[in-house]
């Protein structure tokens, strides 16, 4: 059974930082891409950052750029984002997602990623 964890969420205060983790199991993460995804409540799900299969090229969406690093560890089969300078209104559920491809889709949306986790919660609040 193919299956992707999440872990790290948590309450956090304004500025403070937090890294979340993925953990994959029934697959070996080394031929896939993986992301995180992001949502609030009452709107949509939004990309966030993608990782290619080697680690190479990473992107990031304009919102996380320049806080939040996308990072892989193929040996043990977990990923990782690193989360800076949260703020209040940083979405609530963080997803990570995964799929068989060597690199990111150009256009990263919902459908570009089979796998996904369950969701871990943030909270960013002082």
């Known amino acids: 059974q193919l299956q992707l964890v999440e872990s790290g969420g948590g309450l956090v205060q304004p500025g403070g930082s937090l890294t979340l983790s993925c953990v994959v199991s029934g697959f070996t993460l080394d031929y896939y891409a993986i992301g995180w995804f992001r949502q609030a409540p009452g709107k949509e799900r939004e990309a966030i950052s993608c990782?290619?299969?080697?680690?190479?090229?990473?992107n990031y969406s304009d919102a996380v750029k320049g806080r939040f690093t996308i990072r892989r560890d193929n040996a043990n089969n977990t990923f990782f984002l690193k989360m800076n300078s949260l703020k209040p209104e940083d979405p609530d559920f963080y997803y990570c997602?995964?799929?068989?491809?060597?690199?990111?889709?150009?256009?990263?949306?919902?459908?570009?990623?089979?796998?996904w986790g369950q969701g871990t919660q943030v909270t960013v609040s002082s």
């Open positions: 997602v995964a799929e068989y491809l060597r690199h990111c889709p150009q256009r990263i949306t919902l459908a570009s990623f089979d796998l």
């Open positions: 990782i290619s299969s080697s680690g190479s090229s990473t």
